[in-house]
């Protein structure tokens, strides 16, 4: 068995301030630069760090998305509609397998 997919890109935040505070941890960043410290992990995700990351995410996404379809000979909007799901055996063709066979075959 194989699987292709997975067309997507994510990023994880952990935010522990709560964690943090039952511990009786306590952080202060000290910096320059307002954005130095936008994701830490301990604080809340700002608004503005969101969209930040969420910027870069849709960015990079278009990459690979662009990429997979120049590489698959594929429409665009085709390997979007998979919405990053995985396609197992002959549910991969022919969008993101040519054939399915065995390692021997390969």
Request: net charge negative; glycine share 8%; proline share 3%.
């Amino acid at each position: 068995m194989g699987a292709v997919g997975s067309v997507g890109v994510v990023v994880l935040h952990a935010e522990d301030s709560k964690f943090n505070d039952e511990q009786g941890f306590k952080y202060t960043y000290i910096f320059k630069g307002d954005r130095k410290v936008d994701g830490n992990p301990h604080e809340p995700l700002s608004e503005r760090a969101e969209k930040d990351i969420q910027s870069e995410i849709d960015r990079q996404y278009e990459q690979f998305v662009a990429t997979v379809a120049r590489n698959r000979k594929a429409d665009a909007e085709k390997i979007i509609a998979t919405q990053a799901g995985v396609y197992w055996s002959e549910n991969a063709l022919p969008l993101l397998a040519d054939e399915v066979g065995t390692m021997g075959d390969a």
